[in-house]
């Protein structure tokens, strides 16, 4: 019984804050383009993992260039990840999401009004749109954080999607791996149930793109290459890596770029 009142208090805060913050970053976005992730990253994301009892530990930021744009990729675990990530990463970023996450009131409307990069994964050619947008954002000097897992999972890493590296080399930066632990056990899927640990993070060093082709085998090999440095990083702060045999659920796609 204890637990059902810590969660709706929780619920409730969650529920206030995120209203109070995105409802300022709205009025900020008025004035600023880059205010309302300042918001984000010093004001939403760090009350949300207070009041969730959550302990981070981060290793590893590298020195990252406020002027230069990177593609940031992360893994998975949880609707936590995403107050996670603005709290930890350094940088304004904006994140691949959903385009149903577009119709959500106050985190579509944010989402929106922030250029948030939205992917319809069950229309191809909306989805290669998407792309050329994230690289147009890119090339205009702006960060992007996406999942390449694309749902949420527990444990071992799972397949990478390729739509984050194609647009990393299509646009010429480099890519941030990023392995966080813990966050499925904050917020397990299925509800909310918050519940307070440890959760750590570890950045890898910037992988720069330039020594890939842009075919369909170039851009598969960075992204394996990606997810090896991720399951190590993921394995050194108490995660599982990869399963065993992971190469072979890495399958070759058209060199469009249409997938996600």
Not at 15 to 20: D, K, P
Not at 183 to 190: D, E, K, M, N, S
């Amino acid at each position: 019984m204890g637990s059902f009142f810590l969660n709706l208090i929780q619920a409730l805060f969650a529920a206030f804050w995120s209203a109070f913050w995105i409802s300022a970053a709205l009025v900020a976005s008025i004035f600023s383009s880059e205010l309302p992730f300042v918001f984000g990253r010093k004001g939403f994301g760090p009350g949300l993992i207070w009041g969730a009892r959550a302990k981070v530990e981060v290793h590893g930021v590298p020195p990252l260039d406020p002027q230069k744009a990177y593609v940031f990729v992360m893994n998975h675990q949880s609707m936590f990840d995403v107050p996670l990530a603005l709290a930890v990463i350094p940088l304004n970023i904006r994140f691949i999401l959903k385009k149903s996450l577009k119709y959500v009131p106050f985190i579509g409307w944010y989402a929106w009004r922030t250029k948030m990069v939205f992917v319809d994964r069950s229309n191809p050619d909306s989805a290669y749109q998407s792309i050329e947008q994230a690289v147009q954002r890119l090339r205009d000097g702006v960060s992007i954080l996406a999942f390449p897992e694309g749902t949420r999972r527990s444990g071992p890493l799972g397949p990478f999607k390729r739509g984050p590296f194609v647009l990393a080399q299509a646009a010429g930066v480099e890519v941030v791996p990023i392995a966080a632990e813990g966050a499925g056990r904050i917020l397990p899927p299925g509800g909310f149930k918050v519940r307070g640990g440890p959760v750590r993070v570890r950045f890898g060093a910037p992988m720069a793109t330039h020594p890939y082709g842009n075919s369909s085998e170039e851009i598969d090999r960075l992204r394996r290459d990606v997810r090896d440095v991720m399951a190590r990083m993921h394995r050194e702060i108490g995660g599982d890596g990869l399963p065993d045999l992971a190469s072979v659920d890495l399958p070759v796609t058209s060199s469009s770029g249409s997938e996600p």
